[in-house]
């Protein structure tokens, strides 16, 4: 039980530490998705950017469906859900997102946490799904979520940066 609760005290204060250490370290990823088109970090600039990594088989990642719905439809925002672990069939993932009713601003096919060109290679750790990374208009990674994004956690934390960037200017 100790073991389970010192898990999620580091996952916990990862969400408030790590976002720190990566801001300065995000890259311009290059994701295609499953469409053919061309994603790039870049392609975003000035919006808030949500990668959103789940599986198939996740039931927790389809439970924040609706939420993650709500941002993509925000004109700040834009929503990058990659499909990982889904087996040699990426026609999986399309269908998945239909049932679903999964209507990030674009999808990736993302292959195998084990592929060494996966997707998430590009953004940082999935360790387990739901994971989420939060990047700024800026396109640095403020935000690691281990689990389900939560609406008031993450609109606080906009909000409270919005807050700092207005405090930095002279």
């Known amino acids: 039980m100790k073991t389970l609760l ?30 053919g088109k ?49 087996g040699p069939d990426a026609n999986v993932v399309r269908e998945t997102i239909t049932r679903h009713n999964f209507e990030a601003t674009a999808t990736v096919a993302g292959g195998s946490r084990r592929d060494p060109a996966s997707p998430f290679r590009q953004v940082g750790p999935v360790d387990f799904y739901p994971t989420s990374y939060l990047y700024d208009p800026n396109g640095e990674i403020v935000m690691f979520i281990p689990g389900q994004v939560r609406r008031d956690k993450l609109l606080a934390f906009m909000e409270s940066w919005k807050n700092r960037q207005v405090r930095k200017k002279p």
Do not use: H
């Not at 408030?16 to 295609?32: M, N, R, S, V």
């Open 38 to 86: 061309a994603l790039r970090l870049s392609d975003f600039k000035g919006k808030w950017v949500l990668v959103n990594f789940w599986a198939p088989w996740c039931p927790m990642c389809w439970a924040e469906v609706p939420l993650l719905n709500e941002l993509a439809k925000r004109p700040d925002f834009a929503v990058i859900g990659i499909g990982l672990d889904y």
């Open 6 to 35: 010192r898990f999620f005290a580091v996952c916990l204060l990862s969400v408030f530490l790590l976002p720190a250490a990566w801001a300065e370290k995000a890259i311009d990823f290059q994701f295609t998705d499953i469409d």
